[in-house]
């Protein structure tokens, strides 16, 4: 086979270093130290294995889903062939062996790779013509497949270069399966990304107005979250993760790949890919229960039709209502989804469209500290530091449409479009400062609606080509954005402060809410389009991969008199974003890369009290280098990185009173990862991660040299699985993030306590009257710990919660 056939490139799988074990923690490294001979012995640990009756090409497939076996065959071997269910614990190869058992198909394996050929003596006298080599690897709706340990992905989306393997992409990047997403029984994305990724970082509140994190020490907005590749078409502030198939995460700026995101975020780049029919039919009945009184159902069917199963149909419909764990709060999520595809050889058309609502009762939203007054000790975990009519509701609709077409055996064209709707409401504290050692602290609330009408598309080809010895992945790609803003806000509604403490919070009553039902004007306009191009170039029998890329962007913004409709200021900038990384494979298992790449966000315009007023300044240039280290040991996985981001900033200089972007941040940190399955029944996720994140350019200088804000210097995270060997179908589960303290002010003199957050959890796969059933239980925040997130005005970090769910395979 051509290295460059086809989209079914041979896959290999991440890398992993070893020098990076000895940063885990003492109690991860005794777990990997247990499965440490058995990778040595061999890769081929018993899994449980499920593979139904079905075609000989299905079957394989279905099996290099299902463990890290990768398969190379002609259609013509395995044509015509039907083999019988098999089920059990056993290793992948004797899982082989059972399936191939009477048929005229041999196999020759080579560490993971497998080829098929048909018994020379069995074909004799045939004359076969031979056809393109097909590598069975991807899951059935194009997917990359899980790693060992089905909790990640063994790659995922990298922008305008389509599907990599990790062990093929010069960033680092992760991506988390559906199983992972269930199993976490994970009510926001948060939930997923934050609980063992050290470079992901989560202020461990619930019940704000929208869901919040960083990644590399910067903030991404949800509003930045790409769904199947497009912007603005995720809910605008929560994500209910249950009509999500995938979640791809690429660690740092990334405007080539993927576009400058409508936000201008820069610290990473997050793509959910929606959820598919499988070629099995799927229905299943989730009940879901968690502290104080929430519960919840949550239904997925999935099934295909027509003779080569072109058609499929994936539909999700949940709901949830009840009690949260902190007191007087009320939650209340409900999402319907429905995800249609037709397929063939050459052509793959989809379409996806959603309707979500999310609502919260009792909106937590902090304390800010007057001048002078220290931290103070948080109170009790499960306390609301605002009434229960506070309350914020969000309402998103969204249709998309993607098409492929592969119009030769290497070249693939494709193109998107998308259209969503988002409607806003909160009635919130706008006014929660803390003023004396008591506790004692004024409130008000102010009142803010908005609705969002956004539009997104892109389109794109790749091809691959040989020129002499090199061989190149080219991509072309063009994206277009563009979204209407409709904005109402009503400030301090009460006549006079409310006073209150914060260690016993006492409310009058509600304020009045009829603005929620005024007519909105229209008050802004974003436009946004680019093109791009990159070419991976491939060496030395791809053992070196050049990646350069270069995408032109334009943003165009309008500001409109919400009196008058007035156009009142335009912003018309645009710039070029370069990127150029290397990847180098030691061996097979090891890889070393290096990346420089941009990201880009809107600039602004000098404000009227600058000496430069009116001024417009061209989108701001983020810049990162990253080298880094991964190493595949075949069950389990490390990656270590080292990079350096560094991120303009606008302010007026206090000498000159000019107004320009020569502020600086920059971010400079150490990412150890590790992943999969180090020993039998026992599966790892987590790391360790060191970011400085400075101001090293300030206006006149002061606090120049201090650290930003709502950034802990250290993170350590570890998941672990266990199945209990003495009874089938139990896992044991623990989770531990340890986070070091934030500052909270700019000048570093206060900061906020870390802290170390213990779950727990057990499930348990049975099956009763004949159905598949999993029972789910967690408890998170174990020790109950009471503390401040990031910064005070965050609020409480969320108190001890139980949750359950069971489900049920119909």
């Known amino acids: 086979m051509s290295r460059h056939s086809a989209y079914h490139a041979p896959r290999r799988l991440a890398c992993r270093s070893v020098l990076s074990l000895r940063l885990v923690t003492a109690a991860v490294m005794s777990v990997g130290m247990v499965g440490f001979s058995s990778w040595v012995q061999a890769q081929d640990a018993a899994v449980s294995i499920d593979l139904p009756a079905r075609s000989l090409d299905e079957a394989l497939i279905e099996l290099g889903r299902q463990t890290s076996l990768q398969f190379f065959y002609t259609p013509d071997v395995v044509n015509g062939i039907r083999v019988s269910p098999i089920k059990g614990v056993m290793t992948p190869e004797q ?38 080599i097909k590598v069975s690897g991807r899951t059935e709706n194009g997917l990359e497949p899980a790693y060992a340990g089905g909790q990640i992905a063994t790659g995922g989306r990298v922008g305008l270069l389509g599907n990599k393997d990790v062990m093929d992409t010069p960033f ?54 790409a769904l199947g590749g497009l912007y603005g078409m995720v809910p605008y502030w929560r994500i209910t993760p249950e009509f999500v198939e995938r979640v791809e995460v690429q660690k740092g700026p990334a405007a080539m790949l993927n576009g400058m995101p409508p936000g201008g975020s820069v610290g990473g780049s997050i793509n959910l890919v929606p959820k598919r029919a499988g070629d099995e039919p799927l229905a299943r009945l989730t009940g879901t229960y968690a502290e104080k009184s929430q519960f919840g159902t949550h239904i997925d069917l999935g099934r295909r039709f027509g003779e080569d199963k072109q058609f499929g149909i994936r539909f999700n419909a949940m709901y949830r209502d009840g009690d949260s764990a902190v007191k007087g709060q009320s939650k ?151 979204h209407d803003y409709y904005f109402g806000f009503q400030r301090n509604m ?3 402060d409310w006073i209150t403490n914060i260690y016993d919070p006492q409310w009058g009553p509600k304020v009045d809410t009829s603005f929620r039902y005024a007519s909105l004007p229209k008050t802004g306009e974003v436009r946004i389009t680019s093109l791009g191009v990159a070419d991976m170039l491939s060496l030395f029998d791809d053992r070196l991969q050049l990646t350069v890329g270069i995408r032109h962007q334009n943003i165009v913004s309008d500001t409109f008199d919400a009196n008058t409709g007035r156009r009142t200021a335009r912003y018309d900038e645009g710039a070029f974003t370069p990127t150029v990384a290397a990847l180098f494979k030691v061996t097979e298992q090891v890889s070393l890369y290096g990346n420089y790449i941009q990201g880009l966000s809107q600039g602004a315009t000098a404000p009227v009290t600058a000496a430069n007023a009116g001024e417009v300044f061209a989108p701001y240039k983020t ?48 990412e150890f990862g590790f992943m999969g399955e180090p020993g039998k029944g026992i599966r790892v996720l987590g790391g360790v991660a060191y970011t400085q994140a400075k101001l090293t350019r300030t206006a006149g200088g002061v606090n120049q040299g201090r650290y930003a804000t709502s950034t802990p210097r250290w993170q350590a995270k570890a998941g672990v699985e266990w199945d209990f060997p003495y009874l089938h179908g139990l896992t044991l589960t623990a989770n531990a993030v340890a986070t070091s303290k934030q500052y909270i002010n700019a000048d ?41 997130a990031s910064s005070l005005g965050s609020g409480l970090g969320a108190p001890r919660t139980i949750m359950f769910s069971a489900s049920v395979d119909f």
């Open 494 to 496: 009460m006549p006079t």
């Open 332 to 482: 209340r999520a409900d999402l319907a989804s429905l995800g249609l595809d037709w397929r063939t050889d050459r052509v793959r058309i989809s379409a996806d469209l959603y309707t979500n609502k999310d609502h919260i009762s009792g909106l937590n939203r902090g304390i800010s500290l007057a001048k002078g007054m220290e931290v103070p000790e948080p109170p009790k975990s499960n306390t609301l530091l605002a009434p229960d009519w506070t309350f914020t509701t969000t309402e998103d609709k969204a249709a998309l449409l993607h098409a492929e077409v592969d119009i030769t055996d290497r070249t693939m064209a494709y193109a998107n479009y998308g259209h969503s709707k988002t409607k806003f409401n909160s009635l919130a504290s706008s006014t929660n400062t803390l003023f004396n050692e008591e506790g004692d602290y004024k409130n008000n609330f102010s009142f803010q609606r908005m609705i969002y009408k956004k539009d997104s598309a892109d389109a794109g080809i790749r091809t691959q080509f040989d020129t002499g010895p090199i061989g190149h992945e080219l991509a072309f790609n063009t994206s277009y954005y563009h």
């Open 748 to 788: 570093n003199s206060l900061s906020v306590a870390g802290r170390t957050i213990y779950d727990v959890g057990a499930r348990y796969n049975t099956v009763i009257a004949g159905r598949d059933v999993t029972l789910r239980a967690q408890v998170l925040n174990v020790g109950n710990k009471a503390y401040w």
């Open 172 to 225: 680092n990047v992760v991506s988390y399966t559906e199983r992972y997403i269930q199993d976490k029984q994970a009510q926001e994305l948060s939930s997923i990304i934050a609980a063992t990724d050290p470079s992901v970082f989560s202020n461990g509140t619930t019940g704000m107005i929208g869901d919040s994190f960083s990644l590399r020490g910067f903030s991404v907005s949800n509003s930045d979250i």
């Open 623 to 670: 810049k990162q280098h990253e080298v880094g280290i991964k190493w595949d040991a075949g069950d389990f996985m490390t990656t270590l990185s080292a990079f350096e981001i560094k991120r303009p900033s606008s302010y007026t200089d206090p000498v000159t009173n000019v107004f320009s972007f020569d502020g600086e941040q920059r971010n400079r940190g150490l």
């Open 95 to 132: 899982a082989l062996q059972r399936m191939l058992a009477g048929t005229s198909v041999q196999y020759r394996r080579q560490g993971r790779n497998v080829t098929l050929s048909r018994d020379a003596s069995a074909t004799a006298g045939e004359t076969t013509q031979l056809s393109a």
